[in-house]
């Protein structure tokens, strides 16, 4: 059963991230072509890619993490689980909505909940907290584009 941890977690985040990414298609794909984008703004395919590895990362993780189990799961699952929902709503904001600085302010609070995750992730598995640096990264990385194309159109 553990071993099915390694599919069912990825999907579901997989699944989280296209539900957020279609219900804010619209947005994405009338509105931000048309906005003005800070320095260092990757090509459009480098972004379905990204999310794509970051969320199979995050499955895989939570996967290590409760099939290690022991003090601390429960924690580490449930920040992962408030997390992605943080997930999901940032692109409604951003991409649904035209909300920048909201997004902006949703991505902040993002940053910290996988930087606990990723706290709560080493308590139980190291290997599964590294697994989301590239994570983190990317949602610094994030910020910095949110951050430029709120100044830069708002």
Known sequence: MKKWNFLLFPLLALAV????????????EAVYPL?????????????????????????????????RGGPGTERAAALWALQLAVNFVWS????GKGAYLAALVCLVVLWLLILGMIRAFARVSH????????????????????????????
């Open 17 to 28: 991230g296209w539900l957020s990414t279609s219900l804010s298609r619209a947005g994405r």
């Open 35 to 67: 906005l003005n984008q800070p320095p260092l703004t990757p090509p459009d395919w480098v972004f379905p890619v990204a999310w794509t590895v970051l969320y199979i990362l995050m499955g895989v993780g939570l996967a290590l993490v409760v099939n």
């Open 92 to 95: 409604l904001l951003f991409f």
């Open 127 to 154: 290997a599964a907290a590294w697994l989301q640096v590239p994570y983190l990264l990317w949602v610094t990385f994030a910020g910095y584009l949110n951050y430029g194309v709120w100044a830069l159109n708002g």
